[in-house]
């Protein structure tokens, strides 16, 4: 093993594809601060890194790779980014500075692991990346749905990990299920 571990919140955890893990997902990663706050390509509302007081517990998987780039690199093909500043990395010799990254290293630290990826995607509609909307917003954003999309929203919802428990989740969840149109 390489002692360099992917942290996971979302799909990744239900639906990891192709990138290489080893094991399972153990449930004792990092306390990061997680909300429904990004439109996805196919419009659902998934799990992000945002500012706010309330952490949930992550999850994280040991990697079977060779190097932190490997890590990286794999990470970003599964979640589909062409730039790897969306993945967040520890040890990081970028210039950027990723949210929490000072935490992460911390626990990676305690852990004894050697490096750490995790997706660092902005929140935000597709519109307004790097604004997280409100749940007013994101109620009325659901409501319009059609029911194909509501149907893969709700999924998504009811997928996370149940130690995933934000302060918009049930919500969202109930707003999925109240917006149903009935076929014309």
């Not at 990826?117 to 059609?146: C, F, H, N, S």
Request: net charge negative; aromatic share 8%; charged share 20%.
């Amino acid at each position: 093993m390489s002692g360099i571990v992917c942290l996971g919140w979302g799909s990744l955890v239900w639906d990891a594809r192709d990138l290489p893990i080893e094991g399972g997902w153990n449930s004792d990663g990092p306390g990061l601060p997680l909300e429904f706050a990004r439109q996805s390509g196919d419009d659902r509302m998934t799990l992000v890194i945002v500012n706010i007081e309330h952490h949930v517990p992550t999850l994280w998987a040991e990697m079977n790779v060779n190097s932190l780039a490997h890590a990286i690199n794999a990470l970003a093909a599964r979640e589909g980014v062409q730039n790897p500043n969306a993945i967040g990395r520890w040890p990081n010799t970028t210039d950027r500075q990723y949210p929490l990254g000072q935490s992460i290293a911390e626990w990676a630290g305690r852990m004894g692991f050697s490096g750490v990826v995790w997706t660092a995607l902005q929140p935000g509609m597709k519109e307004t990346r790097g604004t997280v909307p409100t749940l007013d917003e994101l109620t009325a954003y659901i409501a319009k749905l059609d029911n194909d999309t509501r149907l893969r929203a709700k999924a998504y919802i009811d997928n996370a990990p149940v130690q995933i428990a934000t302060p918009y989740r049930e919500v969202l969840a109930r707003a999925c299920e109240a917006s149903w149109k009935e076929p014309s």
